[in-house]
Each structure stands twice: as C-alpha cells, then as structure tokens.
C-alpha cells in the first residue's frame, strides 16, 4: 500500500485508517476521483466481520440509491450488507473477489475494493465522514 | 463487562477482541480458519478464562451434587472427571452444560458456561437451602475471576507440555487431573486430559487452570515453545465440526436433552435428579424433533446461521441452530432440530438462506 494510512488502537484492537478517503457510519470508505468513486469495507469492518469466506456483487449498469445495499459480504461470523455511500451507476465491481473473498481482509484498502460507482450527485459526497470523524466513530462504539 | 486476565498478552499476540459473554476476550488472531488447521495438526492455545470454575466444599457436597446433576458421579474416584454433564430444570429443560471435578469425597469443581455461572451458583444455593443444608454443610465459592484457564488442543499438546518441563502430563488420562503441579518457577493448580475441540474421540488437549500471575507465565512459556494462540471463533468452528452444542445456541432451558440428542452427558438410569425423571419420561414417550446435522453442497460459500428455516417442499420442518465453515472438510456444516417426521438422514432438503434455497444434507455428527 503506496497511499497514507495511520493505526487507531481501541480496547479491542489495531485498525488501519486510510487518509485520503471518506467514511460512512455504517464502515464503507470512499475514494472520489472526479466523477468516480471506488468504495470498499473499513479495516474496522473487516476485522470485526473476520475469514470472509463470500460476496454478493452488484450488477454493472445499475442504479443505486445512497444507503442501498449494494453488496453482502460473508464471514465465518456474520453477513454483512454493504450500502452505498452515494448514488450513482455501478461502472465496475471487483470480480476478483468472488474467487478471492480473502482479499477483503488481507487489503481492504486496495485489492479489497468492492465497486466503483458513477456519481449521481456530488452534494451527497459532503455528508460522507474525514477520517478524523470516522476515528471518532470507531472510538465511540467500543 | 469482565475482562480476561491474559488480555495484556494475547494483545501482544495480536488479537481481535470482542464481547463474549459479557467477557472482553480474545476472538482471534488473525486468521480463525488457520487457527483451527492449526489446532488439527499441531498445538493451539485457547484461554478459556470466562468459563466458570466454582468449588463445591463440605461433606453435604455430594448429595447436593447428586440431587442437581444428571451424571451418576457415585462412580467417580479422586482425580477423575464426570464428562460433559447437565443441570436440569424442573421441566427436563437444561439449565447447563456443565464439567464435574472430584477433588475428594467432600470437595468437587465445577466448570460451566459463562453465560450460566450466576444462575448456576444461585441454583446451587437454592437447593442447598431447599435440601435443608447449611454453608456448613456445603459451601459454594465461585473462583473463575481469580484464576486463569489455559486449554492446549491438538495431537502436538502432549509434546507441548513436556517440552515446557510438565513431564507428568503423559500420566494423565482422558477426563482424568492432577493437582498442584510445579514446573521451575511455575506453579499450576491444576491440569486435566479435556477440552471442547475433539477430545471425545482423540484425547489429544489439556487444560491447565492456574491464578493469575502464573496464568501469564504459563501463555509466555508456551508461545515461546511453538503454540499458536487461537481464538474463540476458532473454537467455535472446532466444536461445531464435532457437533458439540453451545449454550443459548443449540441448547437451552426450553431444549430436552434428548431433543439435543445430548446422550453423554446423561447416565442412563439416575431419575432422582430434579428434571431427570422428565427427561426420562421423555425418553419413553418420544419428541417431537431431534438435533441433526447440516452440511452444504461443496463451493456452496454460504454459512449456515442461527434462525435459517429447513424447508421440506412448502413446509418449514426444522431450524438451523449453529453453523460454520469447516476448514477440515472443506465444507459449509451447521445444526438444527428438525422435526421428527422429516429426519431423513442423508437425504437433502432445502435450506432458506436469505430468501434463496439451497439444498442441505441432513447428517449425524460428527462432521470430521
């Protein structure tokens, strides 16, 4: 991983914290590349969901609404939803990880993306969490 | 919320912590699956610090243990464990699944779940006040925060704790302890042939229960002679391949131990225990549905979880209890009580997961 990141330690654990992204509430994060954003699960979420062992990906082409479940990831411990964090088309889902669900947990920053969506409409990207906020987030509900 | 006593360790070790029954424990460190792999081909450490550990003292201890638990343990000798055993309610409906410990005639251990021990201890107490018994007679001391329990699993244990100076570990036999053990500067109350990963059928892990400052000396010494620490998914997925039943999951105070299918941890025969004469009865009159095993078709990645419903055609028939990916056979198991009528072991039937079906293969246990 070229890009910055910096280790929070909470009582539970050590989590990675990519700088130059935006968070959700519900532990997605976010790149924004023009009109593009590529979005994927927090180190938080994945090691809270741990072994992930399948996905559920969107099809490309489709509309999502901010807040919709775009994707459902399953670990040894829980199925999660993943839910958009802006509305938009699906441009690209990561193929990848229908064979490698692992890369998830491995990178979730990087060959753990999930989807890269079209963006709809960027007012949306102001209500998306810094890093500072998302580390308060991940303080606060441990 | 309880913390373990080895948390400070296994933090160094790198684990995930989370809330286990109201304990901050360690879930993982890192990788479940290669934990249990780990635990099949070698030697794993498990602390299991939340499990409760009570002594029952005094020369009463016998007839309340006798009065309260499903095993005959008249049977038992000094040094010698009862095997998995239960607590019933007045119903039959289990209370615990608990491990009994003979010390000696007038003093016994017991290990339970810690979601039970204070509804353990408090059952223990009304008894002994309903048996007419003093704190004379029997006393009921609850140990588990003052101590540490350390379960080495996997064929590697044995080489583990010899190669750390426990010479006598190869004298133990299954389900058998021995008591006040030391080893160099460590001091360990007690060490028993047990554990909850495959011992019924292996005999391969230990479990070593010391205070606390030992405790850490001990989790040190034994990492530094190879083991690899695992967490309680890890366990769990573990237990499951053996189709052992957790509490609250798979079993509860609602759950006749012969709809469990729960055979080892009764003694067939003992009717005098409270709720033993219902289950029993039970056991002549016939239930309704029986706990079954679940396995997946292979590359099927869902895992099966608690509240899946079991379809046969339209009809829901059974409900998944427990489940998980078993690394040792490369397959999506789980549980379910499933109603007696549609029990067609190895047959398929349908499972509802998520709205979709899959079919699912109904088994006996264990699973490896």
Redesign the interface.
């Given at each position: 991983m070229s890009e910055a990141h910096i280790t929070v330690r909470t009582s539970t654990g050590e989590y990675l914290i990519r700088l130059d992204v935006r968070y959700t509430e519900s532990d997605e994060w976010v790149l924004i590349r023009g009109n593009t954003a590529l979005i994927g699960i927090t180190d938080y979420a994945q090691k809270k969901l741990r072994s992930i062992v399948n996905v559920e990906l969107p099809a490309i082409g489709k509309y999502v609404k901010k807040g919709e479940s775009v994707a459902v990831i399953e670990s040894v411990k829980a199925v999660a939803d993943v839910y958009s964090p802006l509305s938009g088309r699906i441009l690209e889902v990561n193929n990848e990880l229908l064979t490698h669900p692992e890369y998830i947990n491995e990178d979730p920053y990087g060959k753990g993306w999930i989807i890269k969506l079209e963006i709809s409409d960027v007012n949306e990207i102001n209500d998306l969490l810094s890093h500072e906020k998302y580390i308060e987030k991940i303080r606060s509900s441990e | 919320m309880l913390r373990t006593p080895l948390e400070g360790i296994e933090?160094a070790h790198g684990?995930?912590?989370?809330l286990f029954a109201g304990w901050?424990t360690a879930?993982?460190f890192g990788?479940?699956?290669s934990e249990c792999r780990a635990t099949r081909s070698s030697a794993t450490l498990f602390d299991v610090s939340h499990m409760g550990r009570l002594e029952v003292d005094g020369n009463k201890s016998f007839e309340l243990l006798d009065k309260l638990i499903t095993k005959d343990l008249s049977t038992l000798n000094p040094g010698e464990m009862s095997g998995p055993a239960l607590i019933l309610n007045e119903n039959g409906g289990i209370k615990d699944d608990i491990m009994v410990y003979m010390v000696n005639d007038n003093k016994w251990l017991i290990v339970c779940n810690a979601v039970n021990r204070v509804k353990d201890i408090n059952w223990l107490l009304e008894w002994r006040d309903r048996l007419g018994f003093t704190n004379g007679d029997v006393s009921v001391k609850d140990l588990t925060t003052d101590s540490v329990l350390i379960a080495v699993q996997g064929p590697k244990s044995l080489e583990l704790l010899e190669s750390i100076g426990i010479k006598d570990a190869c004298k133990i036999s299954l389900l058998n302890f021995m008591q006040n053990i030391r080893v160099g500067e460590l001091s360990i109350y007690l060490i028993s042939r047990s554990g909850w990963t495959g011992e019924e059928v292996r005999s391969y892990g230990f479990e070593l229960w010391t205070d606390v400052l030992n405790g850490v000396k001990l989790y040190e010494s034994l990492i530094k002679a190879g083991a690899k620490p695992a967490g309680l998914?890890a366990r769990d997925?573990l237990r499951i391949e053996m189709g052992y039943v957790l509490y609250g999951n798979d079993i509860d105070e609602a759950v006749s131990p012969i709809e469990a299918r729960y055979w080892m941890a009764l003694s067939r025969g003992k009717d005098e225990c409270v709720g033993c004469d219902r289950v029993w009865s039970k056991y002549v009159g016939g239930v309704n549905r029986l706990r079954y095993g679940l396995k997946l078709k292979r590359g099927v990645?869902?895992?099966l979880?608690r509240g899946y419903k079991i379809l046969a055609g339209d009809e829901v028939v059974g409900e998944v209890t427990s489940g998980?990916?078993s690394p040792t056979i490369e397959r999506s198991i789980g549980m379910a009580y499933i109603k007696v009528d549609h029990a067609y072991i190895g047959f398929n039937l349908d499972v509802d997961i998520?709205g979709n079906r899959y079919e699912v293969k109904i088994t006996d246990f264990p699973f490896i």
């Open positions: - | 933090r684990a995930n912590l989370g901050l879930l993982d990788d479940p699956i998914i997925i990645k869902h895992i979880r998980s990916y998520r």
